[in-house]
């Protein structure tokens, strides 16, 4: 089969690979039918998530049809059309019965102190090969896969693999509540359903940070406010925008990407935060969902501290969201294709990661479709 496989820092290709077989009697085989390129994708090719395992095959993001399922997979069966949560978990370990299923005890082969098991990530997250490939090996398939309903297009339905339940899990740890001034710093895909999942909480102004054009406008189409952070000082911009006061929530949807102006990304590891804090009223939340590798340490407790904030993170817990948002989706609630802005063969992926990780105008959020050509 074909799949984009990770062979070094700035090296990825598209090569031909085994195709994946049944490991476990808890696994099942997919067909994929499309998979997608996010953000954290980037950090493991330009190398800020290090311990990539040359021949991983990348990405985490994936729908499909069931192929294969394994003797204990009793909930599905050959031609079901799924869902795959980004974070891989059992199900029935005491981390996944609370929720917190991005933090299974089971899945990760590192050991329950290795932390989130996910696919196509570094040694310490499994590794797991991962899903920009013809067909992928799905762990704990029972609980791995979630059916999806006859009416919900692909195009939607790649949406829900990842960005959708993350930008959902960042509303839910901000803590919003009716009537709340939100503030999303980062308007890609993962902010973008921030936005949507603060205004479905509740939200009653959200203001969107951002410096490109198209997410800023994207986000405008929402309902945000927009702030340009390359064009006036965000914090100065939201504290105009609030009566002095801060937003009473902050979602950190960018992480280590984020660029002071005249910077590329991740050259100030911490600027969103140092801005999230001071634009923040008394007494909020910062709920930071942008991805930090592990060898980032510096954060800006003294001035949280000060200010009573309360702080949430972590790694989305998606198969805790999925089936609620699987059911917002059928019933029209939402729309999440409208955040997918480019459809590319996966035989075209090497050149749509270029294209992605330029933030060329228009790449918002890109799918890739196996068995397709340019």
């Known amino acids: 089969m074909k799949a984009v496989v990770f062979h070094d820092v700035g090296d990825i290709r ?11 009697p808890t696994d099942a085989i997919i067909r994929i039918t499309a998979s997608a390129i996010c953000g954290t994708d980037l950090h493991m090719v330009r190398g800020t998530m290090p311990g990539m395992k040359p021949g991983t095959i990348l990405g985490h993001e994936a729908i499909g049809i069931v192929e294969e399922p394994g003797s204990q997979v009793r909930n599905l069966k050959p031609g079901d059309r799924v869902v795959v949560p980004s974070t891989i978990s059992c199900g029935w370990c005491a981390y996944c019965r609370s929720g917190y299923t991005a933090q299974c005890d089971t899945a990760n082969p590192n050991g329950p102190q290795a932390g989130t098991a996910f696919f196509g990530g570094p040694a310490q997250t499994g590794p797991f090969d991962g899903l920009q490939a013809d067909y992928a090996r799905i762990p704990h398939a029972n609980v791995g896969l979630v059916k999806l309903p006859d009416g919900i297009t692909d195009d939607q339905a790649i949406m829900l693999s990842d960005i959708f339940p993350t930008g959902y899990f960042g509303a839910d740890i901000a803590e919003i509540t ?3 001034t ?7 895909p993962v902010g973008q359903f921030a936005i949507i999942s603060a205004q479905l909480m509740g939200a009653e102004r959200v203001i969107a940070v951002d410096r490109l054009p198209d997410r800023l406008e994207a986000a405008r189409a929402k309902g945000a406010e927009i702030v340009n952070f390359e064009e006036e000082d965000p914090v100065e911009a939201i504290r105009a925008l609030t009566g002095g006061i801060g937003v009473d929530r902050v979602i950190d949807a960018v992480g280590v990407d984020a660029a002071a102006p005249g910077e590329k990304p991740g050259e100030t590891a911490t600027q969103v935060l140092d801005q999230a804090i001071a634009a923040m009223a008394k007494a909020g939340t910062l709920a930071i969902i942008g991805v930090y590798p592990p060898n980032v340490h510096s954060f800006p407790i003294g001035q949280a501290m000060m200010r009573n904030v309360t702080i949430n993170m972590g790694n989305c817990n998606h198969r805790r969201y999925l089936p609620r948002l699987v059911d917002l989706v059928a019933a029209g609630t939402i729309d999440p294709a409208t955040v997918l802005t480019r459809n590319a063969p996966l035989m075209s992926a090497i050149d749509a990661y270029r294209q992605f990780d330029r933030q060329a105008d228009g790449w918002l959020k890109v799918s890739l479709t196996p068995g397709s050509r340019a």
Do not use: H, I, R, S
Not at 182 to 188: D, E, L, Q, T
């Open 14 to 24: 598209l090569d031909t690979v085994a195709d994946p077989g049944l490991q476990a």
């Open 178 to 180: 009716e009537g709340d």
């Open 182 to 188: 939100v503030a999303v710093f980062g308007c890609g």
